[in-house]
């Protein structure tokens, strides 16, 4: 014998209280909770950034506290005390130069010249060196009228024509932003040249059947098409910019001390501390300076 069960709704007054329990109840087990996500997605981002920390920073940080070892090894090991002054420790240097306004004062100052050198002279090199490289680039009678000055330009011992140069400009200002110009242009005038000769054949056959003027050519096509390249000019240069600028403080002392020429003074006083303090000021300009063009020139490469 079979017996059938068959579902029938209830009645009375605890049909409608059980159906909505019923169904308040498949509602709520079956709502999702959002916040196992997120949390799972916040968790994932904090490892990424935990490694990334650990891949990129964790070997200059290294490399950093073995370099301040070595430091303290050579000032406290191998020189005889009274030979320290020669390098002192860290702390000292941090102590008597870096940390006190009366030191670091003047070589914020200097530090403060030799940047606007270096701006000045950056702009100059820009300028100059990509009218160079585009009139290289309008044809090979000029690339090997003008390739073979620029090269002299690059491998030209730059002490050996200080003298020439504060001959004829003087020992000023002037003298520093030439100098600076000499030692950053070549990467300029490289990078430009080889953006722009790179540009796509189609591209020009393009503006060639479209009439465009060789301003338009220039301005639409072989400009952004050369960019890059060009920033990674500018990139080189900016750390060359720098160290012209110093080398001009070094060698043309007239108006306001650079922190070249400070270096210069320190080192003939032996006055270490100041001398080491002055050294880390200049690297870090240098650091931010070609830090600033690398963020600019991943910036540009990521765009295209």
Known sequence: MTTTISATPASGPMAGTTASDTSSCVTTSAAPTSSGPDRASTSERSRRWIRSIVRYGLPPALSFALAIGLWYCVSYLILNPTRRFLLPPPHEVLTNSLLDPDHVGPMLDALWVTAKVSVVGFVFAALIGVAVGVVMSRGSFFERAIYPWAVVLQVIPVLA?????????????????????????????????????????????LFTLSKASTAQRLAKLEFPSALPSMMTGFRTASGLVVVGAIIGDMFFAKGEPGIGTLLDIYRARLQSDDLIAAIVLASLFGIVVFGIFSVLNAFVHRRR
């Open 161 to 205: 024509i200080v003298p020439l140069i504060g001959l004829w400009f003087g020992y000023g200002m002037v003298a520093r932003t030439i100098v600076c110009v000499i030692i950053a242009i070549f990467p300029i005038i490289a990078n430009t040249h080889f953006g722009l000769i790179s540009v796509d054949r189609g591209s020009h056959e």
